[in-house]
């Protein structure tokens, strides 16, 4: 039985029990406000998708339980809960695109980070049961529809949910991946309006050296991120040259 999630897939095998990350750290947390938040986040989702996502959502799980008794879940079962019974009570949390920046852009640098990012048209939704994050819901727009590519993930969709309650404040985030570096990020804005980029899990495992972040100081300028992530790309791109 497969679960496939198209563009998480190629850094799901990184999503390993690490910790999340500085939760709580001084000086850099924002008052989070859970409402404001996903209202911003919702005013940025294109017409009829989480309508779209909600029944992808349902007809996923119905066809998922079909082979499935109580008590019984397969190995790779995308959801992380521990009986099929719970996803009845599944629903929507937030819902963000996938940013990410063409590798020629990062190695040419130049500019901030934040401004060599673009939207990729793939679309995830963080699934609760029991307003806990379970899973990660992707769709992408085929053919003029929005269609469900795949579930899991669900260590990713636990850190997204910790990162945006550390880091969102009232504010939307972006969530960003870099594909030739494993690496992705949370940004979102400080006080004074300026880009901060949060390293989630996969970013932790695959770059570990990036400047000026710490337990202290959880949140990187696109100065600190740029150099790491040009050496893994640069790294990446060599590799698959030869």
């Known amino acids: 039985m497969k679960f496939p999630l198209k563009t998480l897939a190629i850094s799901i095998a990184m999503l390993t029990s690490i910790p999340a990350f500085a939760q709580g750290a001084s000086g850099t947390r924002l008052a989070f406000d859970a409402q ?27 066809d998922i339980s079909k082979d499935i008794k109580n008590g019984e879940l397969p190995e790779g079962f995308p959801f992380d809960v521990n009986d099929i019974s719970e996803l009845k009570n599944a629903t ?47 769709l992408e727009k085929l053919n003029g529809k929005w269609q469900v590519n795949g579930a899991g993930a669900a260590k990713l969709a636990q850190d997204v949910h910790v990162s945006t309650q550390n880091h969102a404040g009232k504010n939307a985030f972006r969530f960003i991946r870099i594909y030739q570096a ?31 972040v710490n337990a202290d100081t959880p949140l990187a300028a696109s100065q600190d991120v740029l150099p790491a992530l040009q050496d893994a790309v640069r790294n990446h791109l060599e590799r698959f040259s030869k």
């Open 36 to 62: 404001a938040v996903a209202k911003a986040s919702a005013a940025k989702e294109p017409a009829g998708l989480r309508n779209a996502a909600t029944a992808g959502l349902r007809t996923l799980i119905s």
């Open 182 to 212: 494993t690496a992705d990020f949370m940004e979102v804005k400080d006080m004074e309006g300026r880009a901060r980029f949060a390293p989630l899990l996969a970013a932790r495992q695959s770059l570990r050296s990036i400047q000026g």
């Open 92 to 138: 929507l949390g937030l819902g963000f695109e996938v940013y990410s920046a063409h590798p020629q852009t990062l190695l040419a640098g130049g500019r901030p980070f934040d401004q060599m990012l673009m939207g990729t048209g793939v679309w995830n939704f963080v699934v609760l049961v029991d307003k806990n994050p379970v899973a990660l819901l992707e």
